[in-house]
């Protein structure tokens, strides 16, 4: 089992920046492929960034690949997502996923969520 603890999300102008967390526990945490997946109000829920267990391979959405960076720390048992030059449009609910499939990008695990909202 794991469990996953994100943290970071908050209000934002736009043009700014910040730091998203996935705090993984379980002691495999550290071999599962992880991404972050968000959620705007009306929408369904879409892919953002996904890395591989060691870190080797990342992948973003068209829509944030320049600006997003995802990176992880196999010794913390955690990802980070740095996101910059945030838009509106970056408004979400940020979720963190774990154990996923890369062609599915079906996920074992899910966080609560973290709320991120960018001010115009």
């Known amino acids: 089992q794991v469990q996953l603890l994100e943290s970071g999300g908050g209000l934002v102008q736009a043009g700014g920046s910040l730091r998203l967390s996935c705090a993984a526990s379980?002691?495999?945490?550290?071999?599962?492929?992880m991404g972050w997946f968000r959620q705007a109000p009306g929408n369904e829920r879409e892919f953002v960034a996904h890395?591989?267990?060691?870190?080797?391979?990342?992948r973003y959405a068209d829509s944030v690949k320049g600006r997003f960076t995802l990176s992880r720390d196999n010794t913390k048992n955690t990802v980070y997502l740095q996101m910059n030059s945030l838009k509106p449009e970056d408004t979400a609910v940020y979720y963190c996923?774990?154990?996923?499939?890369?062609?599915?990008?079906?996920?074992?695990?899910w966080g609560q969520g973290t709320q991120v909202t960018v001010s115009s």
């Open positions: 379980g002691r495999t945490a550290s071999n599962y492929h």
């Open positions: 890395i591989t267990w060691n870190g080797d391979w990342t």
């Open positions: 996923a774990s154990n996923l499939n890369l062609w599915t990008m079906a996920a074992e695990y």
